[in-house]
C-alpha cells in the first residue's frame, strides 16, 4: 500500500473558523510533510514531522498548527485564516528524512478561505 | 545553496513526438534528484529519481532521465507522447546534511500533447 490519504477533499471557511486538515499513511513512514500549492505554482514546504517530533518549520505563521497525533497520522489545524491562504494543501510522507528518500504525496485538500 | 531550474513554463508537443523537459540543478553537494508529475487536482506521483547508482535513469510511464554533472543538468525525455501525458512536471532537489533537510522544487513544466 502506497497511499497517502487526505481528508476532506474540500475545505470553505471563512477567516473566523477554525477547521482541520487531516492526512494518513500506513506504509510505515517516520517523516511526514505539509506542503502548500497555489495555482500554477510548485509546492512549498511548511513543517516536516521526523518521528512524530516537529524537525523544520518554514517560517509559517502561527495561524496554522501541525500536529502529529502518531506515527500514521498528520494533521493540520487552522484558525483565524486570510483569503490568500486559499490554495491546495498537499501531505507527504517518506521513509526517513534522508534525501533520497521518496516522498509519496496525497490527493491534496483544496482550500477557500472566504 | 540548492536551487533548480526548469526551461521552458509550457512545452507543447505533437503525440507520437519526442518529449524533452529540461531541469538544471545547483548544488553544493552531490545531489538527489527527482520528477514528479501532477494532474490537475492532484497530488504530485514520482516519476522517476536519481541517487547516484546510475546516471541513466528510467521511470514510470516510459519516461528517463539522464544526469550529467558536467552540465548540471538531469533533462526528463519520453520517445514518443501520448495524451495521457498532458500534465504539469516538476524537478526537484534534496540535501538532507547535518541536521538540515531541504527539497526544493523547480517551478514547473506544463506539458500539451496536441493530436
Known amino acids: 500500500d502506497t497511499e497517502v490519504t487526505q481528508t476532506p477533499k474540500h475545505l470553505v471557511m471563512g477567516m473566523t473558523n477554525k477547521k482541520s486538515l487531516k492526512c494518513e499513511q500506513h506504509m510505515g513512514h517516520r517523516a511526514m510533510y505539509w506542503y502548500k500549492q497555489k495555482a500554477k505554482k510548485p509546492p512549498e514546504l511548511m513543517f516536516v514531522?521526523?518521528?512524530?517530533?516537529?524537525?523544520i518549520n518554514e517560517s509559517v505563521p502561527s495561524r496554522f498548527s501541525p500536529e502529529c497525533p502518531n506515527s500514521s497520522l498528520l494533521n493540520l489545524h487552522l484558525h483565524a485564516l486570510q483569503p490568500e491562504d486559499s490554495a491546495l494543501y498537499l501531505c507527504?510522507?517518506?521513509?526517513?528524512?534522508?534525501?533520497?528518500?521518496?516522498?509519496?504525496f496525497g490527493p491534496g485538500t483544496r482550500l477557500t478561505v472566504l | 545553496a540548492q536551487s533548480v531550474t526548469q526551461l521552458g513554463s509550457h512545452v507543447s508537443v505533437s503525440e507520437g513526438a519526442l518529449v524533452l523537459l529540461r531541469c538544471n540543478y545547483s548544488s553544493s553537494v552531490p545531489p538527489y534528484l527527482f520528477w514528479y508529475v501532477q494532474y490537475p487536482n492532484q497530488g504530485l506521483q514520482l516519476l522517476l529519481k536519481?541517487?547516484?547508482?546510475?546516471?541513466l535513469v528510467k521511470g514510470i510511464n516510459g519516461f528517463e532521465a539522464e544526469f550529467k554533472k558536467s552540465e548540471t543538468s538531469f533533462h526528463l525525455t519520453k520517445p514518443s507522447a501520448h495524451m495521457s501525458d498532458a500534465a504539469e512536471y516538476f524537478c526537484?532537489?534534496?540535501?538532507?546534511?547535518?541536521?538540515?533537510?531541504?527539497?526544493?522544487f523547480g517551478t514547473g513544466t506544463r506539458l500539451k500533447v496536441l493530436a
Open positions: 536519481y541517487t547516484s547508482a546510475a546516471t
Open positions: 514531522y521526523s518521528y512524530e517530533k516537529l524537525s
Open positions: 526537484a532537489v534534496s540535501e538532507a546534511t547535518s541536521g538540515t533537510y531541504k527539497y526544493i
Open positions: 507527504a510522507s517518506s521513509q526517513d528524512l534522508g534525501g533520497g528518500d521518496t516522498q509519496y
